[in-house]
């Protein structure tokens, strides 16, 4: 069986990661680990499962969650790891999962960069993946199912840092509009790292915060907004060239 499993602040690296993980096989069960209380489960994995393992790329490593990947465990199992990013870099991010994840028992038998829509900068990776990246996707798809057929579980080399300085994150500036909010405490639930507070009404700490924008995807009345307009302006400037896909057997 096909596993599937996700960090997605925004639901952007979800949609890639379900479109790719269908290429692997039909019947797939999907984990997200985005939120806190679901990484409190553990989910653990046989020689006999096919893991596809996604994540977002912050500033060129994975989201900074303590113990990220503490809730999964294989045993030899072969593990497929995908980096989606906003069309700067991936940087470090795929050496990082392959370190953590084989440590975690799995065998790193492929990886890919796929770029998908920037956060911060909806320009970038616009509609990506797109249908010319998926019909390259689904070659290397082939490439890595067919290596694991042959019972072919050897490592795959990724280029970066396996265990980069965690880069420390400035929280975007974020406003809460507390005429239109309902005090449904969502985003003080779902934010991965309790960086939210919640009294009477959410608050954010900005302690912690990652940039995942999870508050604002999940909030149920829109009511969280955020401007990074010179962010956004430095990576168009310096970034909107389109990136090619990196895959990796």
């Known amino acids: 069986m096909i596993k599937s499993v996700y960090f997605s602040g925004t639901g952007k690296t979800e949609d890639c990661i379900k479109k790719i993980s269908k290429l692997f096989g039909e019947n797939i069960n999907y984990i997200d680990i985005t939120s806190k209380s679901q990484r409190e489960n553990n989910f653990e994995f046989n020689k006999d499962d096919i893991v596809v393992v996604g ?13 990220i990947t503490d ?4 045993n030899n199992t072969p ?12 940087d470090d991010s795929l050496a990082q999962m392959k370190n953590l994840l084989e440590y975690r028992g799995f065998k790193v038998v492929g990886g890919a960069a796929v770029i998908i829509e920037h956060t911060f900068a909806e320009s970038l990776g616009k509609n990506r993946p797109d249908e010319n990246d998926m019909a390259e996707i689904k070659v290397w798809a082939n490439n890595v199912i067919e290596k694991i057929k042959k019972g072919d579980i050897s ?8 265990n980069p300085e965690p880069k420390k994150s400035i929280p975007v500036p974020k406003t809460i509009n ?65 990136r090619k896909l990196e895959l990796f057997v």
């Open 155 to 162: 490592s795959t080399d990724f280029p970066g840092n396996p």
């Open 178 to 242: 507390y005429e239109e909010c309902i005090k449904c405490g969502t985003c003080y639930k779902e934010c991965p790292i309790s960086d939210i507070k919640f009294d009477d009404k959410p608050e954010f700490k900005n302690e912690n915060c990652i940039n995942c924008m999870r508050c604002v995807s999940v909030c149920p009345k829109k009511c969280i907004s955020y401007d990074c307009s010179p962010l956004t302006k430095r990576l168009i400037d310096n970034f909107s060239e389109p």
């Open 55 to 67: 994540m977002p790329v912050y500033a060129g490593q994975i989201p900074a969650v303590e113990r």
């Open 71 to 74: 809730c999964i465990k294989g």
């Open 79 to 90: 593990c497929i790891i995908i980096a989606c990013y906003g069309n700067r870099h991936y």
